[in-house]
Nanobody, 126 residues
Framework: RVQLVESGGGSVQAGGSLRLSCTASGDTVNTCMGWFRQDAGDVREGVASIWGDGSTTHYTDSVKGRFTISRDNAKNTLYLQMNSLRPEDSGTYYC????????????????????WGQGTQVTVSE
């Protein structure tokens, strides 16, 4: 079983940066992991994903060039570096994991993942 705990959220002004972390209990080396976000009343949206070995990453179009997903498997920690933040980036950010190395095309859907963290809030003001 994998337990995930996010941290690093907060309130920033537009153009600012935040770095989210997701610490996992249990071995997540061969684990596809992703970041999702959800604003009030909206569906949970896939932001980025990374293969278990860290070799491949994917981003939703709205964050390409601004966000970077990475992982440190020795520390069982997933990261999301968020730069040039915009108000529309606001929401609760969740990390998720599935016990398979490759993030297949279905990894953009929340139902692809078996494990979830509790979320961390990000608020970006004008």
């Amino acid at each position: 079983r994998v337990q995930l705990v996010e941290s690093g959220g907060g309130s920033v002004q537009a153009g600012g940066s935040l770095r989210l972390s997701c610490t996992a209990s249990g071995d997540t080396v061969n684990t596809c992991m992703g970041w999702f976000r959800q604003d009030a009343g909206d569906v949970r949206e896939g932001v980025a994903s990374i293969w278990g070995d860290g070799s491949t990453t994917h981003y939703t179009d709205s964050v390409k060039g601004r966000f970077t997903i990475s992982r440190d498997n020795a520390k069982n920690t997933l990261y999301l570096q968020m730069n040039s933040l915009r108000p529309e980036d606001s929401g609760t950010y969740y990390c998720a994991a599935r016990l398979i190395n490759v993030c297949y095309s279905g990894s953009w859907s929340p139902v692809y993942y078996s494990y979830w963290g509790q979320g961390t809030q990000v608020t970006v003001s004008e």
